[in-house]
């Protein structure tokens, strides 16, 4: 009884919870269709899909080689387009012009790094290790 306690105290504050990214209204930005790859490590394939984004057209931040951008994701699941609801990414681009290889080649790299994490992960540390896609539009 006490981990369905836990569940519903845990599902009361998710509930409550609000998107961090709501003052930024990316709601408001075009609707853009996106070829999204994800990379298996397992069996090294690519797995294909469209999947509709919105993101904004001003980078948050930058480090050395990229900028990032405020991104949402609509769920290919859900019925209807309520982007209020949509899943909060951060997107990424290099500032200097690259080959289009160079991004993939990032993404092949975190993924076999991911298998890797996945072994520290089960130790369950303060910050999982998180999954790394690749879009483009």
Not at 23 to 35: G, M, R
Not at 82 to 95: E, I, P, Q
Not at 110 to 132: C, F, G, I, S
Request: with cysteine.
């Amino acid at each position: 009884m006490a981990v369905r306690r836990r569940w519903q105290r845990v599902m009361r504050k998710a509930i409550q919870c609000t998107d961090p990214w709501e003052d930024f209204h990316l709601e408001v930005f075009k609707e853009e269709k996106a070829k999204r790859f994800r990379y298996n490590a397992i069996d090294q394939s690519w797995v294909v899909d469209m999947v509709f984004v919105k993101m904004a057209d001003v980078p948050f931040a930058n480090g050395a080689m990229r900028e990032c951008f405020r991104m949402k994701k609509i769920s290919n699941m859900s019925r209807t387009k309520n982007w209020k609801h949509a899943g909060n990414f951060v997107s990424k681009r290099y500032m200097a012009s690259v080959e289009r290889d160079v991004y993939f080649n990032d993404v092949r790299l975190q993924m076999d790094a991911k298998l890797w994490a996945e072994e520290y992960n089960r130790h369950h540390p303060p910050k999982p290790v998180l999954t790394t896609y690749c879009f483009e539009n």
